[in-house]
């Protein structure tokens, strides 16, 4: 039905077929460095809740002036025309987050995918987003899937009927959802800010039909709900432009592991065939005798368990929070005692952000209930100080310092070297 549309394609580029790799995008005119390739609105795309109040819902500006939708209170805007732009998606979930309340509690994935059905229900052209590939024509490798993958599909198939389908009249049936589903996950994009903070999930059809390299020739960031593709390498006309799919940290072992696992593919790039940082990457210890490659592999084994630990607890965190935040107060001992050891977590891992939010909402209850002096209490301003000077709140931090010293300056005594430090720590932001 599209063919006998008007395509406008993209400038300086065009659609082919790459060789093993299926469609791809290729340059027809030079791009020099940091030069726009092109832009891509979001077909669908939705804000992640834990950035709920901080951007809007619609146009993804970061305020602190919002104001909040009357309804749910949950969904926050920059003004009426934001509201009003938002409400054809917004009103998938509105009335249902208040209705369920506490569980309300679709994933991102079945959330994005509610808006996707939705906005193909009113669409019948193509989209901007679509100059190039359509979002009908995404890959699904429905038959790559392993159980695993398959049972989250269809447990998020079955929390879409179970969240959304009061508010979409006629879901698709149950091979078209499956489809759907893995269709986005292959092909979905994750938004992100300057800090690499997540803002939510989008499908940007044009920017997916770039394939994979681990030397890309462009980088996408976002503007808004708008996907920008920039030239980081010079790339001339009949050169295929790749994006990458993966965080490019890791040696090549560990991006095919990845590659293959999320997007069933195995990469036959340079930094894949030549593994030139490699060993940069894998830099062992020179100490002693150099460990054989038993040891090494062992280490990675554990290396890799030790961090998926960690990213549990960190997990486990939140969710044991959520859940004693059901009957407890913030203020509950129980409830600042986990928050101490996830401010413990977040210390180790060199989350200074998340210790410090935990830092504030422990030490004015830790002040109510311990004892007016308090080594408990005095630690916890002298930590949450020196993480407002970490990360340059002078005001904050100056004010915290100042707590402890009042505390260390009778427990610990007017003359410890402990007290003087603290002093010259207020002392240098003056
Ligand atoms: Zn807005
Ligand atoms: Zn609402
Ligand atoms: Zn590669």
Redesign the pocket.
Known sequence: MFDSMKNEGIDGTERFDSPDKGRGLRAVRQFAVGELVFACPAYSFVLTVNERGAHCEHCFTRREDLFK???????YYCNVDCQRGDWPM?KL??VA?CAYGENWCPSETVRLVARIIMKQKVTTERTPSERLLLLREFESHLDKMDSEKEEMNQADIAALHHFYSRHISGLPNEQALTELFAQVNCNGFTIEDEELSHLGSAVFPDVALMNHSCSPNVIVTYKGTVAEVRAVNEINPGEEIFNSYIDLLYPTEDRKERLLDSYFFTCQCTECTTKSKDKAKMEIRKIGSPPDEEEISSMVRYAKNVIEEFRRLLEMCELSQEKMGAIFADTNVYMLHMMYQAMGVCLYMQDWDGAMSYGEKIVHPYSVHYPAYSLNVASMYLKLGRLYLGLEKKTQGVKALKKALAIMEVAHGKDHHYVAEVKREIEEEK
Do not use: F, L, N, P
């Open positions: 939708c009357g309804k749910c209170k949950q969904a917004h979930e509105c987050m």
